[in-house]
T-cell receptor, first 115, second 114 residues
């Protein structure tokens, strides 16, 4: 079945450590997105990518970095500069950004906590 | 810019009760509208969508009608079940945007008691 796989499901970060969250999709989608979810705040956009080797900052990009070397993969690194990383992180993809009526498909998320 | 205002929760109902979750939006163009559902510990699943004025999206007994005149997309279900307990998100995507990004409401927690 086609879908989006996020790993790991749970992740713990030590002080001063960078951690990378994996997101892989086999839907052949061009666009991919990373969101952060905090209780009562809905979803906030961190980074997005419309095509391979291209990505843009979202609303809360500080302390995060991404890469898009392959169409299927869009990993997110939470750097030590992100002082409050504890949250639920969701990856999403979409067929093509030019079609506004197409929904985004989501993975099952990674819950990141500080040790 | 685009934004979504969603009814604050939590909403607590008895089984078979009628559900309404209000959602209003602002958008610069002619947006597409979506409702997503999130079950505990999971990602978001698309529940229904509507892409033009007066369209009605429906799925699993849930309905929402795209009301351009009131910029609303309220979610309704005639008879809720315990299994409907989840968080519901309203989202808007501006058709004029080439970025394809979604703007989400803050989510509404629904709890249904037997």
């Amino acid at each position: 079945d086609g879908g989006i796989t996020q790993s790991p499901k749970y992740l713990f970060r030590k002080e001063g450590q960078n951690v990378t969250l994996s997101c892989e999709q086999n839907l052949n989608h061009d666009a991919m997105y990373w969101y952060r979810q905090d209780p009562g705040q809905g979803l906030r956009l961190i980074y997005y990518s419309q095509i391979v080797n291209d990505f843009q900052k979202g609303d809360i990009a500080e302390g995060y970095s991404v890469s898009r070397e392959k169409k299927e993969s869009f990993p997110l690194t939470v750097t030590s500069a992100q002082k409050n990383p504890t949250a639920f992180y969701l990856c999403a993809s979409q067929t093509d950004t030019s079609y506004s009526n197409q929904p985004q498909h989501f993975g099952d998320g990674t819950r990141l906590s500080i040790l | 810019g685009d934004s979504v205002t969603q009814m604050e929760g939590p909403v607590t109902l008895s089984e078979e009760a009628f559900l309404t979750i209000n959602c209003t939006y602002t958008a610069t163009g002619y947006p597409s509208l979506f409702w997503y559902v999130q079950y505990p510990g999971e990602g978001l699943q698309l529940l229904l969508k509507a892409t033009k004025a007066d369209d009605k999206g429906s799925n699993k007994g849930f309905e929402a009608t795209y009301r351009k005149e009131t910029t609303s997309f309220h979610l309704e279900k005639g008879s809720v079940q315990v299994s409907d307990s989840a968080v519901y998100f309203c989202a808007v995507k501006d058709r004029g945007s080439t970025l394809g990004r979604l703007y989400f409401g803050r989510g509404t927690q629904l709890t249904v008691w037997p």
